[in-house]
């Protein structure tokens, strides 16, 4: 694993297709791919490739979403706000260097840069499910490292109660900042147990590969129990805090997101239901489970919560 380089692609990544496909695959290739994508979505080409991974809470149905889905099917504001436009917006970001600012109350605090912050003997392939708030959900094989891992290393104080993360601000690198659409930089948090919980994930890489810019590199937050949105992309500070952090959604619509924002089937958006979701390159919707399928594992941490007004 190449962390810290800005390129560790395949040859075949960057040849054009026609260059090293066999024109017969190719067109056949084009072909299942313009009637897959009538109805389901961009199809898997021969080319991508293929998922790595322990895999993490997965339901005997579940298989990883392919990668041109994963990539291509995004959500990340900073770039545009349809599915489409992070992947296209981002072509020209170049994330490295990157500087991770660790601060607040804890005993270790500093500035890392990636390669330091991301120790390489811990990185590890983990394929998890995703539950996006807006009832759609795939399946994804991450790289990267536990956070917890990160927040030890930081020793935060007995006092800190939080976490909160940071995306990069700068309108210049991340047009989607130059509107209004959000009360920019992008923030989340977590309470440190969730934080520390092994399940919670900094990704810098997808299908073993370097982190798509689409997918927020070149490192991102993945907490596989919580609504996509609390995977905070792009991430350029940890802060350790008392107080509850501010988070972009529940700020920008504090009556349809909240802090803790765990998949639950139970308590709709107050504009849909949750009760179900369109697994990507799925037809046929299936039911969402409670903490999307990790109940086993993180049920406790809520232990005598009302899970309907902690949103
Ligand atoms: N900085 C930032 N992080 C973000 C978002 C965003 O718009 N900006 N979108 C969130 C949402 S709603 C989801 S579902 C996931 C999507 O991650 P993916 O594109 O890798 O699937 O990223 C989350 N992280
Ligand atoms: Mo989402």
């Known amino acids: 694993m190449l962390i810290g380089r800005p390129v560790d692609v395949k040859s075949s990544e960057i040849t054009p297709e026609s260059l090293y496909v066999n024109r017969r695959e190719w067109l056949a290739s084009a072909a299942a791919g313009a009637v897959a994508l009538s109805v389901f979505g961009p199809a898997a080409r021969a080319q991508d490739p293929q998922p790595v991974g322990r895999p993490f809470g997965l339901q005997p149905d579940d298989k990883p979403t392919p990668w041109q889905d994963v990539t291509t099917y995004n959500n990340f504001y900073e770039f545009g706000t349809d599915k489409s436009d992070p992947a ?7 994330p490295l260097p990157w500087t991770i600012t660790v601060d607040g109350m804890a005993s270790k605090p500093g500035k890392f840069q990636l390669e330091d912050f991301i120790k390489p003997s811990t990185v590890e392939d983990r394929i998890y499910r995703h539950r996006c708030v ?3 959900s795939m399946v994804i094989p ?4 536990p956070l917890a891992d990160v927040i030890k290393r930081a020793e935060p104080l007995a006092s800190a109660k939080y976490v909160a993360f940071t995306t990069l601000m700068d309108p210049s690198r991340m047009p989607g900042q130059q509107l209004g659409v959000l009360d920019w930089p992008y923030t989340e948090g977590l309470r440190l147990d969730e934080a520390l919980h092994p ?3 900094l ?7 370097t982190l798509p810019n689409q997918n927020g590199a070149p490192v991102r937050l993945v907490v596989p129990w919580k609504y996509g949105f609390k995977g905070i992309k792009s991430i350029v500070r940890m802060t350790f805090t008392d107080k509850q952090p501010k988070t972009a959604w529940n700020t920008q619509t504090p009556n349809e997101y909240g802090f803790y924002s765990n998949v639950n089937p139970a ?3 107050p504009r849909w239901s949750q009760a179900k979701e ?4 799925e037809f046929l919707r299936r039911p969402t489970l409670p ?8 049920a406790s941490l809520y232990a005598g919560m009302d899970l309907k007004k902690n949103y």
Do not use: M, P
Request: glycine fraction near 12%.
């Open 291 to 298: 903490f999307n399928g990790y109940a086993d594992q993180v």
């Open 88 to 94: 296209q917006n981002s072509k020209n970001f170049k």
């Open 134 to 136: 807006e009832a759609w």
């Open 203 to 209: 990704a810098t890489g997808l299908y073993g590969r």
């Open 278 to 281: 369109r697994r990507i390159g």
């Open 142 to 145: 991450w790289r990267g490292i």
């Open 267 to 269: 308590v709709d958006h």
């Open 199 to 201: 399940l919670a994930f």
